[in-house]
């Protein structure tokens, strides 16, 4: 621990009592010190490793206000229902579900589907309709998946009740 | 003849402390504390690699309730906004019917003002939906989902 070592040295005390020659020496321990400095860097080190990049999707201008007459031929309807089921279609043909077991199989499917279809109509639009009661993380992977496969011209609309009803019956 | 054997040395610790001072100093100067969040978010993943911009950021906070929160990255447009009481909370609940109002006041503070959505991935997309809505009414028509980066 620290101490402090006081030598004193009785020198010549002729001149009566002027001179004192304190000499003191200090020693400290610095173990505390070193101890908190560990643990300062202990804790920094842990809590830089922690912080994970949050990225962003890229944006999306939804600009649904300006209603643009579309041709039936260059429309493709997706529907989500909550179950993640894909019901597509273009134009009025009857919706087919996209096959796949499970939602990354199914993704695939539709990233395929999508590539083939934009490949064939270079003035596709993509409408996407989700169930309010569906998840967000299920929008989120419909946008991822049309962002992998570079279709940019895509519309959100909500799902409505006929919709609904027109699935029902497939 | 009576060697004294001594068995027992001083280790002088001076290097090794200074280089954990040294440690301490860089961890110091490049942390970097994540902003703090207002409910508590599990993102989606996304093959997305575009980053968050560290100001003039409006965050809509989902949680997976289903509640609604609106945060702000200034403190000074967080008084402007919600009162001077409320400056230091990253963000408030909100009623969505009064969260088209709030946005408006806060990007006439700041024109510069960009959107972003922060939904727990559980969130029911119903309450996205009216978000969007609300988004388009007061036509904001470029915002972006925060998501975490998908690992393949």
Do not use: C
């Not at chain 2, 200034?74 to 230091?88: D, H, Y």
Request: positive net charge; hydrophobic residues 40%; glycine residues 4%.
């Amino acid at each position: 621990m620290a101490y402090v070592n006081v030598s004193q040295s009785r020198g010549k005390q002729k001149h009566g009592k002027k001179k004192k020659t304190k000499r003191v020496g200090v020693r400290i321990d610095m173990t505390p010190m070193v101890d908190v400095a560990f643990l300062l860097l202990t804790f920094f080190i842990l809590t830089t490793t922690m912080s994970k990049p949050e990225t962003m999707e890229i944006n999306l201008p939804p600009s649904n206000d300006v209603s643009v007459p579309v041709a039936e031929s260059n429309l493709l309807t997706l529907r989500i229902t909550p179950e993640f089921k894909i019901f597509w279609n273009i134009g009025i043909e009857k919706p087919e579900l996209v096959t796949g077991d499970n939602k990354k199989a199914r993704l695939v499917s539709l990233g395929k589907m999508l590539k083939e279809k934009n490949a064939a109509n270079s003035k596709l639009i993509t409408l996407i309709k989700i169930d309010g009661k569906a998840k967000y993380i299920d929008m989120v992977d419909i946008m991822d998946e049309l962002n992998l496969n570079n279709i940019n011209r895509f519309s959100l609309v909500p799902m409505e009740d006929k919709d609904r009803q027109l699935i029902e019956k497939l | 003849m009576s060697k004294t054997k001594r068995v027992g040395f001083k280790l002088d610790m001076t290097p090794m402390v200074d280089v954990a001072f040294l440690l301490l100093t860089f961890f110091m100067l490049t942390t970097q504390f994540k902003p703090t969040s207002v409910a508590e978010i599990v993102l989606p993943e996304s093959h997305s690699k575009f980053k968050l911009p560290d100001s003039d950021v409006m965050t809509v906070t989902v949680d997976k309730e289903g509640r609604v929160y609106l945060g702000l990255d200034s403190q000074n447009l967080r008084a402007r906004v919600f009162g001077k009481e409320n400056m230091l909370k990253a963000g408030m609940e909100v009623d969505i019917k009064d969260l088209g109002k709030l946005m408006r006041q806060a990007r006439l503070s700041n024109f510069k003002l960009r959107t972003v959505i922060k939904g727990d991935k559980e969130a029911d997309y119903k309450v996205i939906q009216d978000v969007m809505d609300v988004l388009q009414k007061e036509n904001i028509t470029r915002f972006n989902l925060v998501t975490n980066e998908e690992r393949p």
